[in-house]
């Protein structure tokens, strides 16, 4: 069983906390994030520490905890530094753009697909055709650069699409050929 519930989360210095009943709201230097979180999982302020409560000891309420945990955590280091996601695009004439709030991108279709970012998604494209996605939330970011992967995905024979920067795709041998 994990113990990540049982860790305390350390604030920052310029980072606030306000807890009201299942409402949390973190603000720091890089904005404001707000969540509501399950009832059964209480949140103390103790110093510059949070650590967290429940009201039982069942199975699925220590789950909860460590869900929590987690979720306030990337809120506070979301609002503290922020996140960062990179794409990378290959192939021949595959590009993106950004223009205003969308990303336009062109991946072997006949138009450009335009991408609209949700509000408080940042996105640059530099010279080799990387997509850096940067927001506080973290939940968010993930979603934007899952959706924006999968207007074309990779494909295993040469590797073209967009894929995650970390991302290994594994490649297959093509047709052999009659001998």
Excluded: W
């Amino acid at each position: 069983m994990s113990r990540i519930g049982n860790k305390p989360i350390e604030l920052p210095k310029g980072v606030k906390v306000d807890i009201k009943g299942a409402h949390v709201k973190v603000t720091g230097q890089k904005g404001t994030l707000e969540r509501d979180i399950c009832s059964h999982v209480g949140i103390n302020v103790e110093g510059d520490n949070l650590t967290l409560t429940t009201s039982d000891e069942s199975k699925k309420t220590i789950a909860l905890k460590g869900l929590t945990r987690s979720l306030v955590n990337n809120m506070v280091i979301g609002v503290n530094s922020g996140f960062q996601k990179k794409l990378v695009i290959e192939g021949v004439g595959y590009r993106a753009d950004v223009q205003g709030s969308g990303l336009t991108l062109n991946v072997g279709f006949s138009n450009p697909i335009v991408f609209d970012l949700p509000k408080g998604v940042k996105a640059q494209v530099d010279k080799s055709n990387t997509i850096t996605l940067e927001s506080i939330d973290k939940e968010l970011l993930g979603l934007t650069a899952a959706q924006i992967r999968s207007i074309r995905k990779p494909e295993p024979y040469k590797g073209k699409g967009i894929r995650y920067e970390d991302e290994h795709i594994v490649r297959k041998v093509g047709k052999s050929g009659a001998k």
